[in-house]
């Protein structure tokens, strides 16, 4: 391959990915990384996909680098931390070459605005995550020497007629966005003023990607939002009052979304994220029970089992509440992983509350989940209304038990998967063995088998007679 002509892409760092550029090149080399959520390293796709299009070339050596972008995540005081870190390893390659460009994309740059500008004088570009169709432009801008900055939050934009470029992918397993934005308003939460208002995309977009996805090998796709529940098209995007009634019965919901995405081909499998507990209906637990190809899998963030913190936390339901709706998960789909997010040690939380959460999550048994320490953000609901006065040792102590406790039930969910067959699309080699694949079962878990003749994106059914903690080994059959 042409060394110029590629697009080489960081996902975790120290792992380039590398892209041909087909639509050649304007000379210059583009670095790109990404942090946080699934939807940030979905709009690096879009970002890649606008670059191109303007001829970039890129390398995986930012020293080489004349622009450089960070797509940033604000959700922790440590995801910042970990920009402000970057962005000093970046340092001298502005000394060596003052002419390089260092751009800041995504919700730290939604954040901070043009403080980062200011502050930080190692940045000469700011790009909300609405504004990426102005990136040519605002680069063109710091070449001239101007400070760029673009912060706007649309309440149309989701980058519907764009193709994104494909990145870090293993040519299987794709990533699409279905709505942007968030309108629930946590109070522990940065998203709904880094992102802006919720909004969704138009279906027949996101079932043409499913499509082309499929025509291009892909065998799976992830539907993004940070509440796909809430996914909702009624009639191109016009208001309500002025739709007719056959606009009005042709609205989409996320059910209806699924069954089209579901139904671009049995060989694709659909998968998406995040449900929000307060919204999932039983129409969509239905629709995943009906088609074989919709992962039997939910993330499902609880954040605390006790429901005076779940008020404070302004998620719309209580501890009976989402065990009900667990219940509902188990009764309609019998053999179903299900995962979560907590945030432990959030303002004035209590231990008996805190063993709340480990009692909850005893009951529901997760396959695995994200565990987080609460960490305020500025200018959120609770950092303006509580104090955040649990102290971090005590905070320490809790995300340690309630670690170690997931850790004992995955242990327990991953033992169910022994003696069963289960339908595994393969993903690529084993991490620790070229002489094995690795695919995962429709609940979400990791599958390793050995390789015979089979390859990635196939699918096989693997007999399961051997597990370690969070794997499952087999043979197929
Ligand atoms: N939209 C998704 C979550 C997006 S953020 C949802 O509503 O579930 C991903 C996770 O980060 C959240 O579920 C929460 O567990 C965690 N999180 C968000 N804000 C946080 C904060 N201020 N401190 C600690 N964890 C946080
Ligand atoms: Fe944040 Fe809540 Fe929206 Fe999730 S649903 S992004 S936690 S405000
Ligand atoms: Fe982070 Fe923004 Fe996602 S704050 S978690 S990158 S929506």
Redesign the pocket.
Known sequence: MDSENKIIIESKQGEALIIENPKGKNGKKLFLESYG?QMNFSDSEIVASILMNKGYTTTDNFKEADIILLNTCA??ENAEQRVRNRLNDFKRVKQANPKALVGVLGCMAERLKSQLLDQEKLVDIVVGPDSYRDLPNLIEEAEDGRKAINVILSKEETYADLTPVRLGSNGVTAFISITRG?D?M?S????PFTRGRERSRDPESIVKEAKEAFEAGYREVTLL???VDSYKWSGGGLKKEILTEEQKNSAVNFAKLLEMVASVNPDLRVRFS???PKDLTDEVIHMIAKYENICNHI???V?SGNSRILEMMN?GYTREWYLERIAAIKRIIPYVGISM???TG?CSETDEEHKDTLSLMEQVKYDFG????????PK?L?ERKFKDDVPEEIKRKRIAEIVDLQRQHSEIRTLEGLGKVHRVLIEGFSKKSDEKLMGRNSQNSVVVFPKGNHKKGEYVNVLVDECTSSTLIGKVI
């Open positions: 959520c959700i922790r968030c629930n946590c522990f939460c940065v998203v939002g940070q509440n995040t449900s929000h993330h499902l963030p954040q998620r997010d907590i945030i959030f994200y565990m987080f320490m609460y960490s305020e953000r959120t609770a």
